[in-house]
């Protein structure tokens, strides 16, 4: 999960604004056409905004006839393909949005049979960069056009249409013709460079996100432990220098923020799985520049045994706050052991 605080300055130069563009040909037009694959918590909000805003065919496959379900029964018009290769057949604009590397890899091998000179390819899932780089190889030797597009904004920004989309392409010539569709779900569409560089900043900014989470708790944490108010101490961190959208819009401490994760038990938001996931991708892209983000480690081992910690897998990443203070008890009882792993 990648969010922009709402203060954020962006660069003219970098975040153009986006108008909203529609596709005006006849519906029944192949090439004014979009489809889409993958249906989950991100790709169900991507659905229902091109259901509602593309005046052309909308075409949707997921292997989850549920999830394919939950569009089709309030968005009747969209079509529902039997394969991910039938959506390329349907719509010359693919959108992708999947859960790892591996999936994006084998339904990209599978696209290869039917794709050509007329279709646009666009993985808004968060992968490995060297991933996204070959299959847009791949996809280039089929003579389509392909880009990753991770994004930005969560499951509240997809279901809104306000997602960044962090683009990867051939050249910002081709890049362009990725704004009428994505300007469809989202506000802000930002050209990263060639292909991968939409994944390299979307893992450079979970990664920063991750270590600002744990810093977060454990300053949240202390305070309370020496009888700060938690909402007076967030008041100030938001005043102050350590302002960061970890403490203004997600702090962990429960009860700071009511709406957020932290007030209703950790549950939905953006999962420590997901944060471990994320950082596993950014760590192996770190080893492969032969660097040592020595904060992004201890963040990535941090997040990687939350998310085999019973009871914390599937609780947003801001539960971290959670952990540290039952490890923070257990010790004060003389009980438990605060290093990861031990």
Avoid at 17 to 44: D, E, Y
Avoid at 100 to 120: I, N, Q, R
Avoid at 130 to 145: E, G
Avoid at 178 to 204: D, F
Wanted: glycine residues 10%.
């Amino acid at each position: 999960m990648l969010l922009l605080s709402q203060r954020t300055r962006f660069i003219p130069s970098l975040y153009r604004p986006v108008r909203h563009f529609s596709f005006t040909a006849a519906s029944n037009n192949r090439n004014t056409s979009v489809g889409l694959i993958g249906l989950g918590q991100m790709g169900h909000g991507m659905a229902k905004n091109l259901a509602e805003k593309s005046t052309g065919k909308v075409i949707v496959y997921d292997m989850n006839t549920a999830a394919v379900e939950t569009i089709t029964s309030k968005y009747p018009h969209v079509q529902v393909a039997k394969s991910a290769e039938e959506v390329a057949e349907k719509a010359t604009t693919v959108l992708t949005m999947l859960p790892a590397s591996a999936h994006v890899d084998a339904v990209y091998k599978g696209l290869e049979s039917v794709v050509g000179k007329d279709h646009m390819l666009i993985d808004s899932s968060t992968i490995d960069a060297q991933v996204a780089r070959d299959v847009a190889t791949r996809m280039l030797d089929k003579q389509a056009l392909a880009f990753d597009a991770p994004v930005s904004g969560g499951t509240v920004g997809a279901a809104n249409g306000t997602l960044t989309f962090m683009v990867g392409a051939p050249s910002e010539e081709a890049f362009e013709k990725t704004r009428p569709v994505l300007s469809l779900m989202g506000k802000n569409v930002v050209y990263c460079g060639k292909n991968g560089t939409g994944q390299v900043a979307k893992l450079c900014n979970n990664m920063l996100l991750g270590i600002s989470m744990m810093g977060v708790a454990e300053t949240m944490l202390l305070g309370s432990k020496l009888g700060m108010d938690p909402l007076l101490l967030a008041s100030i961190l938001n005043n102050s220098t350590g302002r960061c959208w970890s403490s203004d819009s997600n702090n962990p401490h429960p009860g700071v923020i009511p709406n957020a994760p932290a007030g209703r038990g950790y549950q939905g938001g953006f999962s420590n799985k997901l944060m471990a996931k994320d950082l596993g991708l950014a760590m192996k892209a770190a080893h492969d520049a032969q660097a040592q983000p020595a904060l992004g480690t201890m963040a990535a081992e941090l997040y990687t045994h939350l998310s085999t910690t019973k009871d914390f897998e599937s609780l947003d990443f801001s539960s971290i706050y959670k952990w540290l203070a039952e490890n923070a008890n257990s010790n004060e009882a003389g009980e438990g052991k605060t290093a990861v792993g031990k």
